[in-house]
């Protein structure tokens, strides 16, 4: 079984930063798995913003390039989230998921593994 802990988000200025950080419980016991960091705004679908696989490799919306970084502790145990020059469009429940694999799909509903979700708030 795997679980998923996640840090508090926060609330900031347009223009500041946060790191989202989510911690797993169980074992990764395969090397071949793909993560991603989801959001949901207020009355929009969820929407896969950042993804990175047990190989390094990543994959990012176009919303998010250049300003968002998703990075990994290796054996799995901790994933972050880096985002800076946030705006009030960033402003959603932001989740972290797992699954087995190595595709970088940022679609979130072939995600089996979820955290509990943390509201990140970016005011004008």
């Known amino acids: 079984l795997v679980q998923f802990v996640q840090s508090a988000g926060g609330s900031v200025q347009a223009g500041g930063s946060l790191r989202l950080s989510c911690v797993t419980s169980g074992d990764f016991v395969s090397t071949e798995y793909t993560c991603v960091w989801i959001r949901q705004a207020p009355g929009k679908e969820r929407e896969g913003v950042a993804t990175?696989?047990?190989?390094?490799?990543?994959k990012y919306a176009d919303s998010v390039k250049g300003r968002f970084t998703i990075s990994h502790e290796k054996p799995m145990s901790t994933l972050y989230l880096q985002m800076n020059s946030l705006q009030p469009e960033d402003t959603a429940m932001y989740y972290c998921?797992?699954?087995?694999?190595?595709?970088?799909?940022?679609?979130?509903?072939?995600?089996?593994?979820w955290g509990q979700g943390t509201q990140v708030t970016v005011s004008s």
């Open positions: 990175i696989n047990s190989v390094n490799r990543t």
């Open positions: 998921a797992a699954k087995w694999g190595y595709a970088l799909d940022q679609n979130p509903k072939i995600y089996d593994y």
